[in-house]
C-alpha cells in the first residue's frame, strides 16, 4: 500500500496522561518543546486530528510565525466520521486548507478553503485508516503528522501506519483512572514493535523518539 510517511508527535505526564481528568487541554509541554513540535509540522504535508480533540480543544493546528519563520502551513485534516466538526471551530479558519474526512454525505457549508472527503469506514464504524491513507498519498500527502487524541494514535498503531513515534515527557502526575491515555483503546493483539532510536532532555521533560 503506498502511504505517507507517519509521525506521530504527542505529551504525555509521566503517569501516561495526555490531557486533564475532565478531558481539557493541559499545558505538558515546555516552550522548547513547543518550537520543536512547530518545526515538525512544518516540515509535514498535513497534520491530523480526531473530532474529539477538535471539540475538547478547539486547536487551530497551524504553525506560528514566533516560532518557524515564514511557515508553509500544512493541510489540516480531521477525522469526523459523522460530520461533527462545528463551522466556527478554528480548524477551519481560513489560515491553512483544511480536510474533513466523514463516513457520510456532509451538508454543512464550510469556507472555500474546507474540502469535506467521503471515505469509507471500517468494522468499528469509524473512517477506515487504511483507505485514506492511500487518499492522502494521492493528494500528494507524503509527510502526515498525527497529534491525536488518544483514540486516533491507538487506531494508527493498531493498523500498523506508523513510522516515527515521538512522546515528549513532562514532570507531572495528572492521575484518574479515566484520564485521557496515549492508546485510548482496547488491547492491541500484537505488541507493536517500537525501537527507542533517540532520548533528549528538552526543558524540564523527556523525548522519546522510538521507530517502528
Ligand atoms: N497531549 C497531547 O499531545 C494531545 C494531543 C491531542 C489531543 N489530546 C487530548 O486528547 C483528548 C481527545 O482524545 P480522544 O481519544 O477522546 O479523541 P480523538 O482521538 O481526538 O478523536 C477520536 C474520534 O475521532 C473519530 N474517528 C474517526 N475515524 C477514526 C479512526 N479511524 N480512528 C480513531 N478515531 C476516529 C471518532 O469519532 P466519530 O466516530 O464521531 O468520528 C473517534 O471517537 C482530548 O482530551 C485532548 O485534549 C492530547
Excluded at 487551530?60 to 518557524?68: P, R
Amino acid at each position: 500500500m503506498k502511504r505517507p510517511y507517519v509521525v506521530i508527535n504527542c505529551a504525555m505526564s509521566a503517569d501516561g496522561k495526555i490531557a486533564s481528568s475532565s478531558g481539557k487541554q493541559m499545558r505538558i509541554s515546555c516552550d522548547e518543546d513547543i518550537k520543536r513540535m512547530y518545526e515538525l509540522r512544518n516540515e509535514c504535508d498535513a497534520v491530523l486530528v480526531g473530532i474529539n480533540t477538535v471539540l475538547s480543544d478547539d486547536p487551530k493546528l497551524t504553525v506560528k510565525e514566533k516560532y518557524v519563520k515564514n511557515p508553509k502551513q500544512p493541510i489540516r485534516i480531521v477525522l469526523d466520521t459523522n460530520c461533527k466538526t462545528p463551522i466556527g471551530s478554528l480548524v477551519v479558519n481560513n489560515l491553512a486548507k483544511t480536510l474533513i474526512i466523514s463516513g457520510k454525505q456532509c451538508d454543512k457549508k464550510f469556507s472555500d478553503n474546507v474540502e469535506v472527503i467521503r471515505c469509507g469506514t471500517n468494522k468499528d464504524g469509524v473512517i477506515d485508516l487504511e483507505k485514506l491513507m492511500e487518499i492522502l498519498y494521492n493528494k500528494d500527502i507524503k509527510k502526515l503528522m498525527v497529534e491525536g487524541g488518544g483514540t486516533v494514535i491507538w487506531n494508527f498503531l493498531k493498523y500498523g501506519l506508523v513510522d516515527d513515534f515521538y512522546v515528549y515527557v513532562g514532570p507531572m502526575i495528572i492521575g484518574g483512572k479515566d484520564t485521557p491515555t496515549i492508546a485510548g483503546g482496547k488491547k492491541i493483539d500484537e505488541n507493536s514493535n517500537l525501537k527507542l532510536v533517540e532520548t533528549k532532555t528538552i526543558g524540564p521533560g523527556t523525548l522519546l523518539h522510538y521507530r517502528i
